[in-house]
């Protein structure tokens, strides 16, 4: 196990990178602390299967450097680094039975055969595949393959980290939350780091204790799901993370409030002050959970024609026109929604302001 | 459930019957009525039961051909498909190299078999011949005309340079199709090369090998044109084949009836090695037990 730093990391796939279009990867620094499970969020493209291969050396970045508990490893051949990696679609070697793909990663940095087995045993019955043992692995299901490949994974117990390619792609809607959960199970036993990449938020918010969102080959925000939900750092992460996404609005600043269109909307004091002196294009973020429906003619509410109203069972989505903009209201379910007119109202402490697509905060 | 019986239902399997009939059974019947009568003339035939195949059986000069010809085929299927493999495994992967490999590689199979016997024919002999000269320069007493070792050497290297290309462009094939993941995966877990090789190529290659194998065991079971332009079979008969032999048999000395026999048990033997090679493989790591 080990502290993971990245160091001014950029890669790029083209020989000669001109653009900044061209780096699949841009000056990305950023620690994995021991022993944390990560989750590495982005949209298809992001870089993030880039940055996981990089880090288990997999591919050599283009600059930048690599440490594993300060020990530089970039140049280092995976085989060399302490590292397990788990792929998209099962990788199992098919004419071995369960236990000896299990034992594999095991048997190739020479371990005895009596402390194999035991491992072996021991991880089979976290995923439980004790029953297979003996199997041969290429007759089993599509998930008992993943669970295989999961497992090569997990076996060596002193690896800097696990890292996880969008393992539960193809598997099946119910056993994916199964085995999500005993994955953090088993971070919670084996005490592994381990990183999960996915474009899925939920699978992401289930999974990791802190969420690393990435955005066009730079991480954008690195925090607990609470911080993604609340603060997001940058408008992809509210676009991205959330549904439906943060409401955002280009907007100018007016003497301590944000102006959208024609519509003044309030402020606190700090967020005004430092969105005063920011350069650059302002946008107001507010995400749909935090925008208020209050009673006509209530202090700074906003009068806004409604679009539609979509009850989606528990909750109720509100589509009302700011303007040229339109905003999206979540309120709960009983909440009465007089048509025609909303009154929008925008609480202070959930209003942020981005400058160039960046927080404020 | 009830049964419903309508005779008419053959004619949907009709058009199938017909098109074996003519593309196998009839001109397989023809053989077949050689097998069994001795015909003198037109109109003037007897039927002999299996009198022909009795003698061909027992045909000593036929025995050696058949023991020649085992040795042969599988001297070459031992060369051919390793190295096939290991052509494969070593050949560039991308760009403008591979392309090249590939078709310099497939050279050999593009080049008419009466040719090939001709190429090496001039290319093994001593006077002027490259290989001959060369080899006998060096010292070694080379001449494939006269020594029965030096003609079996020239006839077996002749067919690993034809045939081996098939080999290599079958598994270099079968290579492609193992995705990347396999061999990152491997990486992770630190296989060494020889690991790679023998638990992810081997095993995924299984399907284009047993295809290899069965082409190249049924073409060199059968081999004719190159072994008759470059020996004729000899020196005496020591590189007469199974088809080289039915040929004197049919076309030389006119034995219609034991040559039509030997058809039919030339044709069972490759048949019966086929489905063993077939069978065989397709067992191979599926019904060994866990160990």
Redesign the interface.
């Given at each position: 196990m080990a502290k993971i730093d990245l160091v001014e990391l950029s890669h790029a796939y083209t020989a000669n990178p001109q653009r900044r279009e061209d780096y699949a990867l841009h000056k990305l620094t950023m620690t994995w602390e021991d022993g944390g499970a990560y989750a590495l969020l982005g949209p298809s493209g992001c870089g993030k299967t880039t940055l996981l291969?990089i880090i288990?050396?997999?591919v050599k970045p283009s600059t930048g450097r690599v440490l594993f508990n300060g020990q530089d490893v970039t140049l280092l051949?995976?085989?060399q680094r302490n590292?397990?990696?788990v792929?998209?679609?099962p990788?199992i070697?098919?004419?071995?039975?369960v236990a000896?793909n299990l034992a594999?990663?095991l048997r190739?940095?020479g371990w005895g055969a009596a402390e194999t087995r035991k491992r072996v045993e021991e991880i089979a019955e976290i995923l439980e595949l004790t029953g297979d043992l003996?199997?041969?692995a290429s007759g089993l299901s599509a998930d008992a393959k993943q669970k295989i490949?999961m497992g090569?994974?997990l076996v060596r117990p002193d690896v800097a980290a696990v890292l996880f390619d969008e393992p539960l792609t193809t598997i099946d809607q119910h056993l994916k939350w199964t085995l999500r959960r005993k994955l953090k199970q088993i971070h919670a036993q084996l005490k592994l780091s381990l990183i999960y990449v996915t474009h899925d938020q939920v699978e992401a918010m289930t999974f990791a204790d802190k969420v690393v969102v990435m955005y066009g080959g730079e991480v954008v925000q690195l925090g607990s799901p609470q911080d993604l939900f609340e603060q997001p750092a940058h408008t992809f992460v509210g676009f991205f993370v959330g549904s439906p996404g943060m409401n955002l609005m280009p907007c100018r600043i007016e003497g301590g409030s944000a102006v959208v269109g024609e519509v003044r909307i309030p402020l606190d004091p700090g967020t005004a002050q430092r969105a005063g002196q920011a350069a650059g294009k302002l946008t107001l973020g507010i995400r749909p959970e935090f925008v208020e429906l209050a009673r006509p003619g209530a202090p700074d509410s906003v009068p806004s024609p409604i679009e539609r109203v979509e009850d989606l069972g528990n909750y109720k989505i509100v589509t009302a026109r700011l303007g040229e903009q339109v905003v999206m209201a979540k309120v709960s379910e009983d909440e009465a929604v007089s048509s025609g007119t909303a009154h929008l109202r925008f609480p202070p402490q959930w209003t942020r302001i981005y400058a160039d697509d960046r927080s404020l905060a | 459930m009830q049964k419903i019986q309508d005779n008419r239902a053959w004619l949907l399997v009709l058009p199938v019957f017909v098109t074996v009939a003519f593309s196998a059974i009839i001109p397989l019947m023809t053989v077949v009525n050689y097998s069994v009568q001795d015909i003198l003339g037109p109109d003037n035939r007897v039927f002999v039961g299996t009198e022909w195949f009795t003698e061909v059986l027992q045909d000593e000069d036929l025995h050696n051909a058949l023991v020649r010809q085992i040795m042969f085929s599988a001297m070459i299927l031992a060369i051919e498909i390793p190295l096939g493999i290991a052509i494969a495994r070593a050949l560039p992967v991308k760009g403008w190299r591979a392309s090249l490999s590939l078709v310099v590689l497939a050279l050999p199979l593009l080049i008419p078999w009466n040719v090939v016997g001709t190429i090496w024919q001039i290319f093994g002999r001593g006077d002027i011949g490259l290989a001959g000269y060369v080899v006998n320069a060096l010292g070694i007493d080379y001449n494939y005309t006269a020594d029965p070792l030096a003609a079996w050497i020239t006839v077996v290297v002749m067919d690993v340079w034809h045939w081996t290309p098939l080999v290599a462009l079958l598994a270099y094939a079968g290579l492609r199709a193992i995705?990347d993941?396999?061999y990152?995966?491997a990486?992770?877990?630190?296989?060494?090369t020889w690991?790679v090789f023998r638990?992810?190529q081997l095993?995924?290659l299984r399907g284009v090998l047993l295809i290899a194998l069965l082409l190249r065991f049924m073409d060199s079971f059968m081999i004719y044109t190159e072994p008759f332009v470059l020996t004729g079979g000899g020196p005496g008969n020591s590189t007469t084949f199974l088809s080289q032999y039915l040929a004197t048999l049919a076309v030389g000395q006119f034995d219609l009836g034991p040559a039509a026999a030997f058809s039919i048990i030339y044709f069972l033997i490759v048949l019966l090695f086929c489905f063993v090679f077939y069978t065989a493989l397709q067992n191979v790591?599926?019904s060994r037990p866990?160990?």
């Open positions: 291969n288990s050396g997999l051949h995976p085989q590292i397990a990696q792929f998209q679609f990788v070697y098919d004419t071995m039975t000896d594999f990663p190739n940095r003996k199997n041969r490949s090569r994974g | 995705p993941a396999y990152q995966a990486q992770i877990d630190g296989a060494s690991a638990y992810i095993p995924k790591g599926r866990a160990s």
